[in-house]
């Protein structure tokens, strides 16, 4: 019966997928025929058992084997004899069970990482990383050697069918994003001096390294969504390390002295600017009262004369009153006409006209 079993299936498995079945239920069939021999099923009133419930059973039983589940971060590919034949979402599913069909469940919500120019060796904490200077040496555009650790994340896209590219357009999608994201980081730092990649265009170099890496991804139909391109650590080879170092700090304090200088500038130009607007100001407002007082002068000048030339003796005495106030402002003074100086007794008062001078004298004496 043993050769039997082994010569059947050998035989007839390219011709009947069924074939395993059949001959399974004619062992099992033979296998009850000698069994009821034994016991006496021969004799009258003896019955041999039907196989066909052990058939059905099995058959259930194979089956049930197309049911499947596809988790929420999953996404199912149906594959017909190693041919794609749909796609389906998260939830139970049914395919027909092998070797018909056969389920794929590629996570597309994963967020999976490649390290470039160095490799983690311990989560830690502390982490602990090894360097791997093949990966990490690069040309910049200036021809200096920089030392470049970066990283980049990836998943599946979330577009239908970016699934099946994932898994079948790309034979290695691991290798794939790491040749492609290396090619991508060398062809834009080859484009930048290496001032760029070690001070402030760092933010830049990453996004142009992404959307150069998400194009070649997308021109192999890579189902693949760049998440990130991050630069880890970017300095010089450590053979030339304290050289870069000077030279950076060199860059830094002209910097600082270039923001010094215009620091004080801001603050020396307003003053400056202030000062020379006040004195225009001024020298405007000087030379406007000038000509006013001219003009006012002037014309009281003209009437001057005007009233002058009506009454020669009136004015005349007027003006000469009028500058003896101005020559003596702060004197006791009494105008008399020439008959009553005349008739009057001519007095100096001394003691009042020399205690000023004893009091003057006094108060310098005693400084």
Partial sequence: MASRWESGPSRRRDDDIFAEVRDLVEAMRARMRGTDEGNGA????????????????????????GFFIVAPDQRGIVLRFGEVVREVGPGPGYHLPWPIEEV???????????????????????????????????LTGDENIVNLE????????????????????VR????????????AMRQVIGANAIDDALTEDRERIQQEAQAALQRVLDRYDAGIEIVTVKLQDVEPPAQVSDAFKDVISAQQDRERKINEARGYANDILPKARG???????EAEGYRLAKIQEATGAAQRFIALHEEYTKAPEVT???????????ILPHMNKIVIDERAGGQTVPYLPLDRMLRP???SAAEAAGR
């Fill in 104 to 138: 794929l469940r590629p996570s597309v919500t994963q967020v999976r990482k490649e390290e470039f120019g160095f490799r983690t060796v311990d989560l830690g904490p502390p982490a602990r990383y090894r360097s791997v200077d093949q990966e990490a040496l690069m």
């Fill in 42 to 65: 021969g004799r009258p009133g003896g019955r041999s058992v039907s196989p066909w419930p052990f058939v059905a059973v099995g058959l259930l039983l194979y089956l049930a084997t």
């Fill in 275 to 281: 000062q020379a607007a006040q004195l225009l100001n």
């Fill in 357 to 359: 001078r004893q009091e």
């Fill in 316 to 326: 005349r005495l007027r003006l000469y009153l009028e500058a003896m106030e101005e």
């Fill in 150 to 169: 970066f990283i980049v994340q990836y998943k599946v896209k979330p577009e239908p069918e970016a699934a099946t590219d994932f898994l079948f357009n």
């Fill in 172 to 183: 290695d999608p691991q290798g794939a994003v790491r040749s492609a994201a290396e090619a």
